[in-house]
Every structure is written in C-alpha cells, then in structure tokens.
T-cell receptor
Framework: KQEVTQIPAALSVPEGENLVLNCSFTDSAIYNLQWFRQDPGKGLTSLLLIQSSQREQTSGRLNASLDKSSGRSTLYIAASQPGDSATYLCAVQNGGSTLGRLYFGRGTQLTVWP | AAGVIQSPRHLIKEKRETATLKCYPIPRHDTVYWYQQGPGQDPQFLISFYEKMQSDKGSIPDRFSAQQFSDYHSELNMSSLELGDSALYFC????????????FGPGTRLTVL
C-alpha cells in the first residue's frame, strides 16, 4: 500500500523567506504526483501536477520537483507571503488496480508572518 | 471557470440517521472521486466512478453507497450514521480517468451528534 509522508508537519517563517516542503512515498510506481493547498475548513486547491516522466513543474513562485526513483518530491516556495499560509498536501496516483485514487500525506501546515 | 459543486455544504445528523451528499462535477469531466477527511487527518479515498460505472473502491464502509447518474452527478448515501462518520467529504472530478488533475469541490462538512 502506498504511504505518503510529509516533512515538516508545521513550519513558521517570516515573510520573504524561500522555503522547501518535502514529500516522500514508498511505492515508486506512480503515475503522477500532485501538490494541493488547503485553507482551514476549506476544499483542496490543486497547485501543481507532475507526471511520472517529468522532473519538475513551475507555476509562479512555486516549483515542484520529482525524483521518482528515490520516492521524493519537494515544493519550493519563493519569496513567501502571509497569503501563502495554509496546509500543503502532497498526493500520488499509483498505476495498476488502484489507478486514479490519490494517496495523501498528512500535510505541512505553513504560517508566514509579516 | 466552473468548479465542482457539492451540496449541502454543512449537514448535521443524529446517530443512526441517513445522509445523502451530492456532487456535480465540472462539465465534460467523466470521472468522479469521493474522499473523507476526518479531523486532523489526511483525505482518504472512498470510491470513484468513470462514465457512470464504479471504477475503484477504497475503505468505504458497507453502510455507505454511491452512484453516478446519467448527467454525471454523483451521490454518496450514508446510513446508520455513527459519531466517527463526522468529517469533511470531498468530491473531485477529472476529465480523463487516472492521469489528469483532480479538481476538488469545497466539501460537505458532516457532523453526527
């Protein structure tokens, strides 16, 4: 069974810092990996999706990398802002019989203070 | 752009009652997924439908059932509710099964008293 782990569980930084969120997964036979943002009590907003054949994806101040063979992904946030405060979830899609379902990590709760 | 719609947004039920959650996917999306997120937990996959057929089933209790209708909307029916069923229930949709971005709805917060 796929297990996804995110480190750190929580992170508090001053505005303007560059930061890295880490995600690891146990089964490297993935189709893709997705990073989400979740505000308290709210839904999940997709930030970036990396296909298994890709190494990284960028959107604005966000950059996600994928090292499939080692089972790792990182989300890099440049020049953090208070509005970035949220929980960031990493999720993977496997192939095979469980094609489609997402396996989530517990998330990293990010606080960016002014 | 149209998003995934879920209704109701909040639901309060008593133990042993029944609840029905509805999901309206993004237009032209052919796949619907249901996830359950307990307090402080990561979302857990329940069930999915592709072109109105069940495509995958996760750790969904036997008390729960779901279906996708001809207009692609989906309903999650939950019977004999228990306190532990209190959670956020998310629906997500995608346009191509498995390999495309899943877009999530705002969720239905179910509270069982």
């Amino acid at each position: 069974k796929q297990e996804v782990t995110q480190i750190p569980a929580a992170l508090s930084v001053p505005e303007g810092e560059n930061l890295v969120l880490n995600c690891s997964f146990t089964d490297s036979a993935i189709y893709n990996l997705q990073w989400f943002r979740q505000d308290p009590g709210k839904g999940l907003t997709s930030l970036l999706l990396i296909q298994s054949s890709q190494r990284e994806q960028t959107s604005g101040r966000l950059n996600a990398s994928l090292d499939k063979s080692s089972g790792r992904s990182t989300l890099y946030i440049a020049a953090s802002q208070p509005g970035d405060s949220a929980t960031y979830l990493c999720a993977v899609q496997n192939g095979g019989s469980t094609l489609g379902r997402l396996y989530f990590g517990r998330g990293t709760q990010l606080t960016v203070w002014p | 752009a149209a998003g995934v719609i879920q209704s109701p947004r909040h639901l309060i039920k008593e133990k042993r009652e029944t609840a029905t959650l509805k999901c309206y996917p993004i237009p032209r999306h052919d796949t619907v997924y249901w996830y359950q997120q307990g307090p402080g937990q990561d979302p857990q996959f329940l069930i999915s439908f592709y072109e109105k057929m069940q495509s995958d089933k996760g750790s969904i209790p036997d008390r729960f059932s779901a279906q996708q209708f001809s207009d692609y909307h989906s309903e999650l029916n939950m019977s004999s509710l228990e306190l532990g069923d209190s959670a956020l229930y998310f629906c997500a949709s995608s346009i191509i099964a498995a390999t495309d971005t899943q877009y999530f709805g705002p969720g239905t917060r179910l509270t069982v008293l």
